[in-house]
């Protein structure tokens, strides 16, 4: 079985973040520009702080690319910090809560929580935003498109269109990257809300994927469920805190009548993404059994506030056991459309692991062959 891994390396003031990718298939189109868009739009969005001004994140790759096209051996990927000062660096010895200060230098026995705090911080997703646009690309081979958006932050909620081209066009409009004009107004009055009063505001991301064929993922392994592999990816995301797909937890609240997804044929459908299998409803969110349905992929993901705060909540000094206010390092006041830009990028690197999973082949042109051999072998079901 074929597998792609991404693994990342780099502090948040080190010289610069990493992403090493393996296992990608050869020949695919490497659009440097295309990267490059989602890694400014990780910087962008209302409520960021002062560093996104010094960051200019461009991507370097290192190996894995040549003339424009992967290779089949390992990508690297390099972005490089300009606030590289590492060594210089202040030592931090009053924890802040909600962050890994305090787990990690217990774990580590490390009192200074610079150590800490440098590798877990959210500059991290720089590699994994530059991974997932480089996923995006083989995606785009096979039809299937990834977009997410934001439909909360705080008490300001935003109305999803039915489109998905309306949805992209609203959002990529919105310095919110909201899919409703009419609630970017507010989104923006309860963020403003929250940096006068010292304080920092989290929300909801909904991510949708189209064009997924059946059968992604697996059921014969609890590890290669892909909505357990999509909630692991996600949850992973410095913040995030929850993870719902398709009702989510409202499946909890209704009867099975009311969650589950009638089938149906439709044979002017049969050459879609579903092989002409229909269902009025997507409550399951385009999965079940550990794998696509070929339904839309709908997930949401629920992004605390930003634990690092103006007026510093209680803590103590690790040193001294005294009580003190927590330490406070440049932070954003609300980095929930970043975080959205995040969540794409790493549902898009789990969808592509999946895809290579399945229809394997060391390139480009033997998973499509494969693709399309297992299309026909399905229609004949």
């Known amino acids: 079985m074929s597998e792609l891994v991404v693994r990342t390396a780099g502090e948040s003031h080190g010289p610069a973040i990493v ?18 868009e989602d890694l400014a739009r990780r910087q962008g969005g209302y409520g960021r702080s002062e560093r996104q001004k010094i960051e200019k994140d461009r991507v370097e790759i290192l190996a894995g690319v040549r ?9 690297v990927l390099v972005i490089r910090n300009r606030d590289a000062r590492l060594e210089d660096a202040p030592a931090l010895s009053r924890p802040r809560p909600g962050h890994a200060d305090l787990a990690g230098a217990l774990k580590y026995l490390e009192p200074d ?25 083989l995606l785009a081979e096979f039809g299937i498109e990834v977009l997410a958006y934001v439909v909360r932050i705080g008490p300001a909620a935003a109305k999803v269109p039915d489109r998905l081209d309306e949805c ?29 009063a010292g304080d920092t505001l989290g929300g909801i991301i909904e991510c949708v994927a189209t064009g997924l064929v059946p059968g992604l993922g697996s059921h014969v392994q ?14 992973s995301i410095q913040a995030i805190k929850g993870v719902e797909i398709g009702l989510g937890f409202a499946a909890g609240e209704r009867p099975g009548s009311q969650v589950h997804d009638p089938i149906a044929f439709d044979a002017s459908q049969r050459d879609g993404p ?12 385009g999965l079940e059994g550990g794998m696509t349905t070929g339904q839309p992929l709908v997930l949401r993901a629920a992004m605390k506030p930003i634990a690092t705060l103006k007026t510093p909540l209680a803590s103590v000094n690790l040193k001294t056991k005294a009580p003190e206010p927590a330490a406070y390092e440049r932070s954003d006041v609300c980095a929930v459309p970043a975080a959205s830009v995040i ?24 998973m499509k062959a494969s693709c399309e051999a297992w299309r026909r072998a399905a229609q004949e079901l």
Do not use: H
């Open 222 to 235: 609890w590890t290669r469920k892909l909505d357990g592999r999509l909630a692991r990816a996600v949850m």
């Open 343 to 366: 969540v794409e990028a790493v549902v898009a690197t789990e969808l592509a692991a999946a895809l290579v999973e399945k229809f394997g082949g060391d390139t480009l042109r033997e």
């Open 168 to 196: 992209r066009k609203c959002r990529d409009k919105s310095n919110l990257y909201s899919p409703d004009p009419k609630a970017d107004a507010r989104m923006k009055a309860a963020i403003d809300e929250a940096r006068a």
């Open 19 to 36: 992403a090493l990718v393996e296992g990608f298939p050869a020949g695919v189109a490497v659009d440097v520009a295309r990267i490059d």
């Open 274 to 285: 579903g092989l002409g299998f229909v269902r009025p409803t997507n409550r399951a969110g």
């Open 67 to 75: 003339q424009g096209r992967t290779l089949g051996s390992p990508v």
């Open 113 to 137: 929580m610079r150590n800490i705090l440098e590798r877990a911080s959210a500059r991290e997703t720089a590699g994994r935003v530059a991974a997932g646009a480089l996923a995006k690309g």
